[in-house]
């Protein structure tokens, strides 16, 4: 019987389409950073915006490269620290939890979630199925939850959202899948997963012993399945198309329903 269906986020759950540019937000909320450093942390030695800029693109490059190497999630107050350090800041001086509220991490404009995610989720909602969100992101679940609030997710996932940052682990990596699982209180085969990625969502997922689906939404381009090995145990183009899919893998799993 389905218990539980687990979702990707960005490019899955959310669109990021007509979101501001990334480095538009991420430059303003830099600027913020170094203000604050400048005036509170290290005001004699000054730290240049430029190089502050470039320096934390390279650790940021550094941590997701290393990160997608070895599946350790990197982690956004390490690279910030790193940062902080390698633009001269003394260590005794670091005070993350200053610098990241100067940082004021809020969700991008234009961000929003698919149409037909916020039509379709509350299916499983009212037949009893669990549901969970599984992100490969270096900022924990504090902060992307911010987003879930902004685009009207946030009450559908009340048990389960798990930031790879959180965890330690990225996706394909099972701890991580496993770790959801546990939070939902399910076995992996009462479960399904659904993503854009084949290698980080489908083979994770089948991996971890749960079925894989990639999700395509009709502005994604269809990424060829057979190239890599990885064949999802089904593709969907809508959300709509997902509850048919379940209906044919788990004949009945509407029966409990529960509203």
Known sequence: ?????????????????????????????????????NQALCPLAGVDPQIFFATYLSQLT??????????????????MARTLQASG??????????????????????????????????????????????????FSMRY???ELQAVGLLD?????????VDVGYLKPHRAIFEHALECLGVQAGEAVFIGDSLEADVSGAQKAGLLGVLCLHESQEEEPALDNGIIPDGIIHSFYELLPLLDGWFPGWRNGCTR
């Open 156 to 164: 559908l996932f009340p048990k389960c959202r798990v930031s790879a």
């Open 62 to 79: 550094d941590a997701w490269t290393t990160g997608n190497q070895t599946l350790c999630a990197p982690s956004i107050l390490t690279i």
């Open 1 to 37: 019987m389905l218990k539980a269906v687990l979702f990707d986020l960005d490019g899955t759950l959310m669109d990021w389409s007509a979101a501001e540019p990334w480095e538009d937000r991420e430059s303003r909320r830099l600027a913020r950073v170094v203000e604050f450093v």
């Open 89 to 138: 800041v003394p260590d005794d001086r670091l005070d993350l939890e200053a610098v990241m509220h100067a940082y004021n991490w809020q969700p991008a404009d234009g961000l929003r979630a698919y149409p037909d995610v916020l039509e379709v989720l509350p299916e499983f909602e009212r037949h009893g199925v669990a549901m969970g969100i599984i992100t490969n992101s270096s």
């Open 144 to 146: 992307r939850d911010q």
